[in-house]
């Protein structure tokens, strides 16, 4: 086997690692479990599809530098807060959120290795963010 073949390898075989320890974790098996209630609610399903819709046909509307009609807007947040109070949906966008930070991580630690040829410290890693509550996604 070539060096090359060799270095795939065992990077393959460390990322199936990472994937393993990752599913172990609490925090995953809780992500998975709210993603899995709000795909077993065909209602809170229906509720993230039409306010998803709506809210990307005003977005549009806005882009375009079209006037947003009032009743519509407060009909959207009307919705939205509809959806917020149903605690499958609002679990689902919780979870949705964690998973996203899970993979910000992932790959904020893969790309500072390769960008400084080792393994980053803490600080190098925090050094873009704002801290974990930011919420900016650095």
Do not use: W
């Not at 709506?54 to 009032?70: A, F, I, V």
């Not at 949906?89 to 630690?109: I, N, P, S, Y």
Request: net charge negative.
């Amino acid at each position: 086997m070539e060096i090359h073949a060799l270095i795939e390898e065992a990077v393959r075989q460390k990322t199936l690692e990472l994937c393993e320890t990752i599913v172990r974790q609490p925090q995953f098996q809780s992500i998975r479990r709210r993603v899995e209630s709000f795909m077993a609610d065909p209602a809170a399903q229906r509720q993230y599809q039409s306010l998803t819709e709506k809210g990307r046909s005003l977005h549009e509307r806005q882009h375009q530098g079209l006037p947003l009609d009032g009743r519509e807007v407060a009909a959207f947040d009307s919705e939205r807060d509809a959806f917020l109070g149903n605690p499958v949906a609002k679990d689902f966008l919780d979870a949705q959120e964690e998973m996203r930070g899970l993979q910000d991580h992932v790959r904020l630690c893969v790309a500072r290795t390769f960008d400084l040829g080792r393994v980053p410290s803490g600080e190098e890693l925090e050094e873009d963010s704002c801290g974990p509550d930011c919420g900016c996604h650095h």
